[in-house]
C-alpha cells in the first residue's frame, strides 16, 4: 500500500513516523506528479493559508481535486479545511467534502486542549483528541457520517472514502485513527457505486 502525505507544509514529518510506525513507507507528495499510483493521500494540518498558496503555486489544486475524487482521503486540521465544500469567509479549497467550516473557531494556539472522545467504528475506548487552532465543523451534508463529537460539534466525519478529523491524532502514540484510515484506503465498500 502506498501512502501520500501532502507535504508543503504542517505536521507531515509525524503522519510519516506514525505511517512508518505501522509498516507502510510514506510516500512525501510536492508535486502533481507524486499523487501518482497512491493509495491515499493525508493532508496534514498545519496553516490552510499557506497550504493553499503553496498548492497553487505547485499546481496541485486540480490533481488534488480529482485524486480525492476516485480515492481515499484524510484531511486534519488544516486538511479538513482544505476538503470542506463551504468554509465561512473564504472560498472553499477542493469542496469535495459535503460540510461547512469554521476556521480557528476552537480559539487560539493558546486554547489548545485535549479531549476525551468516543469515535463510532474504533475498538479501544475514548481517543485522546489533540485540538490545535482547530476549525469547528458547522454544518455537516445529509451523505456526511459524523463520527465523534466535541463540545456539540463534529470532530470526526466520514464521507465515503474521504476521511475528517478536527483534531491531530498524529501528535499522540494511539495509532488507530492511523489505522482506520488504512483500512479505508484498501476498502472497496468505501468506493460509491456510481465508480
Known sequence: MRIGILALQGAFAEHSAMLSSLGVRPCLVRTPQGLAGLDGLIMPGGESTSMRRLAGHSGLLEPLREFGMSRPVWGVCAGLILLAARVEGEEPFTGLMDM???????????????????????????????FIRAPRVVEAGPGVEVLAHSGGAPAALRQGRLLATAFHPELTKDDRMHRYFLNLCGSREALPESL
Not at 486554547?111 to 476525551?116: C, K
Open 100 to 130: 461547512t467550516v469554521a476556521r480557528n473557531a476552537y480559539g487560539r494556539q493558546r486554547d489548545s486542549f485535549v479531549a476525551e472522545l468516543q469515535v463510532s467504528g474504533l475498538p479501544g475506548g475514548f481517543f485522546a483528541g489533540v
